[in-house]
C-alpha cells in the first residue's frame, strides 16, 4: 500500500506532502498479490468526507487512490460533493446548484470533525492540491450536458488518462461522457442491477475495464470471473480488520474504505 518507490520526479502539493510522478493506476493493479487502496470520500472515517483535509489525510495514511464526488454549482462548476443537498455536512441549506461557487464557499464543510472550518473544494482545486502519484476515482453524480463537459474538459486540461477514471451510476451517463470524449476511462455502477456474469459481458462489452463491485455482490466466484474476464476491481466497501481479511481471501483486487489507516494496518500484518 503507498509503495511509490523508485519514482524520481516530486513536486510538493497539499500541504507538507511531496508528489511523486503520475501514477498510471492500471500498473498497481497488474502488481500480483497487491491490494489497491481506495480512499473513500479521503480519509473520511476520521476527517470531514470530500475535503482537501480529507484528501490530505489519506494520502499521509499511504493510500493508492482517493475517490470522491461531482456535483455542479448554479454556473455548472464542478464541486467535490456526494450528497444531492449540503444540509448534512455544511451548516448551510439547499442543493449545490442553487449556489454560485463564491456562495457554497462561505459555508462550512467541516463537519464538526475538523477545530477550523473548511470550504467546499471545486474539482479543479482537488486536482491541483492532491499529488500526482495518487490515482482518483471520480464519482459524477449528475450528468447534465454542461457540468459533463466541464468535467472532461477539466480531465484533458489535467491529462488525467493515466491516473484516473470517472465513476456513472448508469450506462446512460456513461454514454453520455463516451459522446464527449471517448478516451476517458469509465466504470458503471448500474446498482439496480446483481453484478453477475451477465452484466460482466455487458460491461467488458461496453469497454469498462474499471469494476466498482458492492460488497454484496463479492464472493470469491466473482473474484476469479473479473480476474478471467481482465477487469480492474475495487469492491464498495470494507471497514473493519475482519472484512479486509474476509475479501482480501476471495482475491478482490482492490478495496475501498473509509479508514485506509486500519486497511493498512490489515495488510501489513498480512504482509502484502
Known amino acids: 500500500m503507498g509503495n511509490h518507490g523508485g519514482l524520481a520526479e516530486s513536486t510538493e502539493n497539499l500541504e507538507g506532502v511531496v508528489s511523486l510522478s503520475a501514477v498510471n493506476i492500471e500498473d498497481l493493479f497488474r502488481v500480483p498479490q497487491r491490494i489497491v487502496v481506495t480512499s473513500h470520500r479521503g480519509f473520511s472515517a476520521r476527517y470531514p468526507e470530500n475535503t482537501l483535509v480529507a484528501f490530505e489525510e489519506a494520502v499521509r495514511a499511504g493510500t493508492d487512490l482517493i475517490e470522491f464526488d461531482l456535483r455542479g454549482s448554479r454556473e455548472r462548476i464542478p464541486v467535490i460533493l456526494h450528497d444531492s443537498v449540503i444540509d448534512k455536512i455544511s451548516n448551510g441549506s439547499g442543493s449545490p446548484g442553487d449556489y454560485t461557487l463564491p456562495e457554497l464557499k462561505r459555508f ?46 477539466l480531465f484533458d486540461t489535467y491529462r488525467l488518462y493515466p491516473r484516473a477514471y470517472l465513476t456513472l451510476s448508469t450506462f446512460t451517463g456513461a454514454e453520455a461522457v463516451k459522446k464527449i470524449n471517448a478516451a476517458i476511462e469509465i466504470c458503471v455502477l448500474e446498482r ?14 461496453f469497454g469498462c475495464r474499471y469494476l466498482q463491485p458492492h460488497r454484496r455482490d463479492v464472493t470469491p466466484e466473482l473474484c476469479r470471473e473479473i480476474r478471467a474476464m481482465v477487469f480492474y476491481a475495487t469492491m464498495y466497501y470494507s471497514n473493519t480488520d475482519a472484512d479486509n481479511r474476509r475479501f482480501i481471501s476471495y482475491g478482490m483486487q482492490g478495496i475501498m474504505t473509509d479508514a485506509p489507516d486500519m486497511l493498512a494496518a490489515t495488510l501489513k500484518t498480512l504482509g502484502r
Open 108 to 153: 462550512d464543510f467541516s463537519s464538526g470533525k475538523n477545530s477550523q472550518a473548511l470550504t467546499i473544494p471545486s474539482f479543479e482545486e482537488a486536482l491541483q492540491a492532491i499529488p500526482e502519484s495518487i490515482g482518483l476515482n471520480i464519482q459524477v453524480k449528475e450528468t447534465d450536458q454542461a457540468l459533463l463537459l466541464e468535467i472532461c474538459r
Open 192 to 205: 439496480k442491477y446483481k453484478l453477475d456474469t451477465g452484466m460482466l459481458k455487458e460491461m467488458k462489452s
